[in-house]
């Protein structure tokens, strides 16, 4: 039991905690407590009036327990009682009390919000800031609605003290990050700016934090904000150590406050104003010079708050990305605590080179610390600091340091920690792709992945690995013979058996001249594996199986026997046995011509986008490329072999689009079985299938759903279904075209053709679509695929047309759609910081750059929905940009091969009046305004 | 700044401080994960980690550790030097601070707290100023326990 020093004020809440502290279990700790509630409850319930005094100490020691962890039901209309009395400690406790157990019960929101209302009137400061303080620990919306318009007022009143001023600012704060919709700007934002030149550093520091969050979304409001900034940054930094008193921090004149106004510079570009530039330059070469001057004080807080400045210096000149000698002498200063002694300072460094080395002002000065970062990598023994220098040697690498990173890596992945195993592989996976050199580097590179770390190669890896060996020629007899090898070892990681089964089976015959890896030989290693493997790993090896039926004549015997024994053809597993059956039957049934047709060599991958960039995104950050995943998850569908179900209509040509990296793929759309009535036939041969109602949207409602999507029916009616797959990279784009003729009777002279009237109009070829003729006849319950090649050669407005010509049962039957390429299929989505936005947001403010429509929503608002249709339309989403979280900001580029656009793009939703205001910033005028009437129908 | 958690070795909560909207039960998961988080680390390691999305910077005094979390842009260290001028504002108002007098007059701890740190942002560095506020209000009813130190927080 402590001692009491003076008075006998909350004794017994010193008892209480005594108690709590003595309990010897968690059971006489909760017997202690229920005892001191059922006191407490008969207390507040006993009919004696409890002074102000006793319903202080007892709310107290409810707040204790809820702290404790337990939870508390009662005590709150008590507390609420607290906030009317006139004592400062009685009001403090009951202030206390709510705000740390808010409790949305209405009746008491009335009741604190009208004891707030009463402080905030007082004219005492003191409880002016106690109900300040609250308001800003609860932070809620019922707190905003009320006092949100209050507060600016108080803020800026020529009469309130100083450290009123100090509390209403922050509280402005909270109440803004909660709500901003319900504050207010107007005239009080000027002179909330003018507060930088307050004489109360308090007051500028409060102010500071206030300035920086509110300028983020009206720039132009706070412009004036930067001069005032710079001059009171000057100030500080030139002045001597002990001139601002209190506001000295172990000999560092207002650390805090200095980091603030640097923060507050970041969120604008360097200043117009030659004067205040030259100003502020002058002030960053100061903090960069007074880092080099021997310490006022050994104590780490002086070297912490020195350092926590220039830290905060070098993010500004990061951010300004324009002073070269800056960036230099930034990364210099960098590189000497590279090689510090305090951990902290390591890690810092690490860190802030990141940035640094994507600037192409200093990324060769980052380079030349290399050996540092590598030593790094080896020695520091905190695993965080090690996580840093791995960043910072996936941020350097560029071609000339590529080989001696990436074996670096490799070799620190031997003992990573298993936590960042995984990032670590993706890093090797992608600079190894970035800047191979050769190609065989690249293969090596990956296969000592798999051996190192094989548990953490993902998917996205091994898949990449393949597409790139089959895409390039030269380097698939060295796959061959490195995999052929690679198996080899006793025990080697079934992902390893996956690549090798997959490229043995498309170039095994590269290598098979060699009697060291002869047909036979090549099989048995495979088959070696086999029963030790997962069924989709099975699954993949009797994939290959079968082509090296078709590749070497000489192991079908041997390769029937395996398929035709049990274990395989009445195997548990669906999958596997249907394999078995259908290749067993394949085998013996097609000749060697068609056998050679259906398992011919798979054909190059559309190139796009590395998947495994995509998942390091996903991995760094929510909301980068979270659309990418969705074709990634029946693992019986993406089997790496398109090849594999023998129906004709998918055998004869393997899908180029068979998902080996998680592409977006459905199913092609299936024609449903012919059901057209004899009547309803009639009327089809009468009636041309243009003339007709189609089935489902109008083709314009059709056209509309594609322009968030690549793939989907386009049109259909009794006759013919279409279908469409389609996939754009950077200004090209691939397009499949799925005709099925619905009936059961022939198409004949069936002809879809392409053309553009938008470059009949202005005579300039904007799109050009490259189509491969089909054959004239569609059978009956037929599906036919047409392979569009599309650039984007300038930005169009139309979109090309399908016209659809053919002959149905002797009558002839035309239609004309739009084809699904609209402009916005050519975007490239565009990660950036808050600050580039605005910055960038900026530059685009000429009237005719912006394109704006406030319109009705046609669709439930769901925020997800309008997430996915926005990522859809192509543009990144950008996170914590706009204040308001319900809003939506995205950017991206439109990419064509005369010029890219670059478009910025903010939605904001108004659930209570079911609006959108939509505003698209882009380059061009045509482009803004084309995209807006775009993406306004799709909400 | 998004919250600050003080606890003892023994995992203990003493003080717990949320700048941000969370239910009682991400706050219970947060405290929990991050106190074994911290606890786990080694003496020498760097006082900064990375933590979901968010950075934390705790420093252990005594038996106790500080424990903040801050967004991607702000700044490590200077956030090092919040919980070291919190404690020594605790230090100056109770004379040698220990973790007992936090856990005896928690209150108080809260009070200092919301006149240094408000809404996640720091309302007054000045040592001289936040105590005037404290002492002002104490001089109004001076009730205070000064338990017996175990061990003060060395500086």
Known sequence: ?939 | MQFMLLFSRQGKLRLQKWYVPLSDKEKKKITRELVQTVLARKPKMCSFLEWRDLKIVYKRYASLYFCCAIEDQDNELITLEIIHRYVELLDKYFGSVCELDIIFNFEKAYFILDEFLLGGEVQETSKKNVLKAIEQADLLQEVRYFPRCVTPFSF
């Open chain 1, 1 to 939: 039991m402590p001692a009491v020093s003076k008075g006998d004020g909350m004794r017994g809440l010193a008892v209480f905690i005594s108690d709590i502290r003595n309990c010897k279990s968690k059971e006489a700790e909760i017997k202690r407590i229920n005892k001191e509630l059922a006191n407490i409850r008969s207390k507040f319930k006993g009919d004696k009036a409890l002074d102000g005094y006793s319903k202080k100490k007892y709310v107290c020691k409810l707040l204790f327990i809820f702290l404790l962890g337990h939870d508390i039901d009662f005590g709150h209309m008590e507390a609420v009682n607290l906030l009317s009395s006139n004592k400062y400690t009685e009001k403090q406790i009951g202030y206390l009390f709510i705000s740390v157990l808010v409790n949305s019960n209405s009746e008491l929101i009335r009741l604190i919000n009208n004891a707030i209302k009463n402080d905030l009137a007082s004219r005492n400061p003191t409880f002016m800031c106690l109900a300040l303080h609250c308001i800003a620990n609860v932070g809620s919306r019922e707190m905003g609605e009320a006092f949100a318009a209050d507060i600016p007022r108080i803020l800026v009143a020529g009469d309130s003290m100083d450290s009123v001023k100090q509390s209403a600012a922050l509280c402005l704060l909270r109440l803004y990050k909660a709500s901003p919709d319900l504050v207010p700007m107007g005239e009080w934002t000027a002179r909330v700016v003018h507060l930088l030149n307050d004489q109360h550093m308090g007051v500028v520091t409060a102010a500071v934090s206030l300035i920086t969050c509110l300028c983020k979304k009206n720039p132009d409001d706070f412009k004036t904000c930067i001069s005032l900034a710079v001059s009171r940054l000057s100030r500080i930094v030139s002045s001597a150590s002990t001139d601002l008193q209190d506001y000295t921090y172990y000999f560092v004149p207002a650390p805090w406050l200095s980091v603030k106004l640097l923060r507050l510079l970041q969120c604008y570009p360097p200043p117009e104003d030659a004067a205040v530039k030259g100003r502020l330059v002058e002030c960053l070469e100061t903090v960069l010079n007074k880092a080099q001057e021997p310490p006022k004080s050994k104590k780490v807080q002086h070297s912490n708050a020195k350092n926590a400045i220039l830290f905060e210096t070098i993010s500004l000149i990061i951010h300004y990305d324009s002073e070269p000698n800056l960036l230099v002498r930034a990364c210099n200063q960098l590189g000497q605590f590279l090689q510090h002694r305090e951990t902290n300072l390591r890690y810092l460094a690490l860190e802030s080179m990141c940035t640094l080395a994507s600037s192409e002002f200093s990324h060769e000065a980052v380079k030349t610390h290399i050996d540092t970062v590598i030593n790094a990598l080896k020695t520091e023994r905190d695993v965080s600091v090690r996580q840093r220098a791995a960043d910072l040697l996936y941020a350097m690498c560029d071609r000339s340091n590529a080989k001696q990173i990436v074996s670096e890596m490799l070799r620190y992945l031997e003992t990573a920690d298993y936590a960042i195993r995984e990032e670590i592989v993706l890093k090797v996976a992608i600079l190894a792709e970035k800047y191979a050199v050769d190609y065989s580097w690249y293969v090596d590179t990956i296969l000592n992945l798999i051996r190192i770390a094989g548990d953490y190669v993902s998917e996205e890896v091994w898949y990449r690995v393949l597409q790139i060996v089959t895409n390039r020629d030269d380097v698939q007899g060295y796959a061959a013979k490195t995999v052929f090898e690679a198996l080899q070892a006793p025990a080697c990681h079934e992902n390893m058996v996956k690549v090798g089964g997959y490229i043995l089976g498309e170039f095994g015959n590269l290598i098979a001249g060699d009697p060291r890896s002869s047909p036979p030989v090549q099989f048995s290693l495979l088959h070696s594996k086999f029963h030790l493997c997962s069924v989709a790993t099975r699954a993949l090896l009797l994939s290959t199986y079968i082509k090296f039926i078709n590749l070497f004549p000489e192991t079908k015997a041997t390769i029937q026997g395996v398929l035709r024994a049990g274990s395989q053809l009445r195997n548990a597993d669906v999958e596997l046995q249907q394999r078995a059956v259908e290749y067993l039957t394949l085998s013996s049934v097609a000749s060697t011509d068609v056998l050679a047709t259906v398992l011919e060599e798979m054909p190059p991958f559309p190139e796009r986008e590395s998947s495994i960039l995509a998942k390091l995104k996903r991995k760094k950050g929510p909301g980068a490329a979270s659309a990418l995943d969705d074709g990634r998850r029946d693992p019986s569908s993406n089997d790496i072999n398109g090849g594999v179900e023998p129906t004709p209509s998918t055998v004869s040509t393997p899908s180029p689009s068979a998902d080996l990296l998680g592409l977006r793929a459905a199913p092609p759309p299936a024609a449903p079985p012919a059901s057209a009535g004899a009547g309803n036939l009639l009327v089809d041969v009468f009636d041309g299938p243009a003339a007709q109602p189609s089935l489902g949207p109008t083709p314009e409602e059709a056209f509309l759903r594609f322009v968030c999507k690549n793939n989907g029916v386009l049109f259909e009616n009794q006759l013919l279904q279409i279908g469409v797959k389609s996939e754009f990279r950077q200004n090209l784009g691939r397009m499949y075209l799925f005709y099925g003729n619905k009936t059961s009777v022939q198409f004949q002279n069936f002809s879809p053709t392409v053309v553009h009237p938008g470059d009949l109009q202005t005579h300039i070829l904007s799109l050009a679509v490259q189509t491969k003729r089909v054959a004239a006849q569609v059978d009956g319950g037929a599906q036919v695929q047409q392979v569009l090649n599309i650039e984007c050669l300038r930005d169009f407005l139309t979109p090309p047309l399908l016209s659809v010509r053919f002959r149905y049962g002797g009558a002839p039957q035309a239609l004309t759609l739009k084809l699904p390429v609209t402009i916005n299929k050519f975007f490239q989505p565009t990660e950036m910081a808050a600050q580039d936005f605005f910055q960038r947001w900026k530059q685009l403010s000429l009237p005719q750059q912006e394109a704006q429509k406030i319109f009705k929503a046609n669709h439930p608002m769901d925020a997800e929905v309008t997430k996915a249709k926005l990522l859809g339309f192509g543009s990144a989403l950008l996170d914590n940009v706009d204040p308001n979280p319900e809003n939506f900001v995205g950017a991206g580029i439109i990419q064509t091969k005369a010029l890219q656009v670059g478009c910025l793009l903010r939605l904001e939703p108004n659930a209570q009046a079911q609006m959108y205001r939509l505003t698209l910033r882009t380059s061009k005028e045509s482009v803004s305004r084309h995209l807006c009437e775009l993406l306004a129908q799709q909400f």
